[in-house]
């Protein structure tokens, strides 16, 4: 079979194994919560199904294809820390974003984006270069809750992890594999081996670990934690809501506000508590308190934040719902198209090389290592539920399965990998700005948007959000538009309106009504289509016109 047609044949493979997923989560039976060897089926499916994507595509690899830049673009530390935290919290689309994360860079490594570049289409190059810098503002974010969990400087991580990555991109541009490669491989073996450690710990298998998770009655505190014995400190302002009667103990003085919303009606009631004092909260209170509050908690009782057990956590209710569904397609759509938009191109006659093809492998390793920190997390620590920024909570498991200097060693050495998938990512993400940039202000544009990035990571946000805005303005202006066809003044006009269309859903998404609220979590699902007609509009017009 030539090798056009065997990436194509690949393409469909992966792309449709995505598909299958999703449909999987609402045909009639649940047929995807049916228990096999304890794991529910739709998880068995999306893991076989990411394996079998992985293994498509290294068949398919054609002597274009250079796996370890592509690769390293989608291999950015938001992307398995967010998530192991939604594994960790039971989050719906858990399964199929598995499954997504795999497949997307898989079909651009396949070459399944159209067209060569955006050309002399300006607005699908600036839009590009905003999509860059959001997907290094999200790592960057990532790492600072990392550093604000273990109780370091948050702005030292994100300045140190910007000068790496401007000393390696800079390096590459004279060595083009050598610190890419380097990075992208450590850092993927250092999340490997401290998940690997972790199970070693646990001495449970993943399937193990989830089965066991799924059949408890609730997720609660364990006699040995932090929160019921020393208690802990809130590193940042938090809310935390009650789903049953709570003792709190605090072990600080500060002011400690709880929100009563029953009935329909909210009232707040302050106290000010000196160390020893506790409160005692009943089911439906929110108990909001300071930076620096030290607190502690009742064993025994639901962790807040938490599923409230662990049938929820492994079959969530809301997966059968036609919006939930709506929301999977629209991070499938994102993922896909962002990593079409953000792939670097490579030039005809580059080489492929023997550390590239494991490029693949090494993302199903990441995403696979992902989950199963996740799982473990849930199982050993559901009180991580409570820790302020969430997402990065889990990079503490070790330290609290081995409270000893090995611990925290293997916590150090997760948090150096995570930098070096930075690093990785952004030496694979300049070549995708220098491709659009003017050759003559490619180092200006480079170091403008990480030092836009850095500034912007100092401060905390939602990193896993800001990653799917850039994968879908990219998708929604760059690839959807270009699939239409029609020439550059066809694709200008597709880009134009799914940029607007994507904005305006970004900014006023939050004012749609329920049963719309899918467009306005993943502005791609509407302006990847408006963009596409357009652009296909516009050329029949030409058309006719001609």
Known sequence: MPMAAARRVGVGVVLGLLGVALVLTVIPGDAGAIRLAGVATLWWFALAAALLSTLTTCIGLGPRSRPMTIIA??????????????????????????????????????????????????????????????????????????????????????????????????????????????????????????????????????????????????????????????????????????????????????VYRVVDEADRRRVTREWRLAPGDALTLRPGDRLVLEAGAHVRLEPGKRVPGAPVSGVVWADPPERRRLSTLVEM???????????????????????????????????????????????????????????AGASAGLVELPALLLPTLAGRAVVAATVIALILLFVATACALRAVADAVGAPAAREAVWTGLLALAAAAGVWPGDAWRVFLAGCGLAGATVIAPRIAGGGRAAELAGSAVGAAAFAVLAVFGSHLPAWAAAPGAYPIVLAGPLAWATARGWRVAGAARG
Do not use: M
Not at 362 to 385: I, K, N, Q, T
């Open 73 to 254: 673009a989608w291999a950015a530390p938001v992307v398995p820390v967010s998530l192991a935290s939604r594994v960790f919290a039971g989050v719906a689309d858990a399964p199929v974003l598995v499954l997504a994360l795999v497949s997307a860079p898989l079909a651009a490594l396949l070459g399944a984006a159209p067209g060569e570049g955006t050309g002399g289409n300006r607005i699908a190059s600036v839009a590009t270069l905003v999509a860059v810098g959001l997907v290094l503002w999200a790592s960057l974010l990532t790492l600072g809750d990392v550093a604000q969990v273990l109780g370091a400087r948050r702005w030292l991580a994100v300045v140190l992890a910007t000068a790496l990555a401007l000393l390696a991109s800079a390096w590459r541009a004279g060595d083009p594999g050598w610190a890419l490669g380097a990075s992208l491989g450590a850092g993927t073996l250092g999340v490997v081996l401290a998940v690997v450690v972790v199970g070693a710990i646990a001495a449970t298998p993943p399937w193990a670990a989830w089965s066991e998770v799924a059949a408890r009655p609730a997720l609660t505190f364990g006699a040995r934690s932090a929160w019921v014995n020393e208690g802990r400190r809130f590193a940042g302002p938090v809310s935390v809501a009650f789903t049953e009667a709570h003792r709190v103990t605090a072990l600080a003085p500060g």
């Open 329 to 387: 397609l629209g991070v499938a759509l994102t993922l896909v198209g962002g990593a079409l938009a953000l792939s670097p191109r490579v030039a005809a006659g580059a080489p492929s090389t023997a550390r590239g093809a494991l490029a693949g492998p090494a993302l199903f390793l990441l995403v696979l290592s992902a989950v199963c920190w996740g799982v473990y997390g849930a199982r050993e620590a559901p009180e991580l539920a409570l820790v």
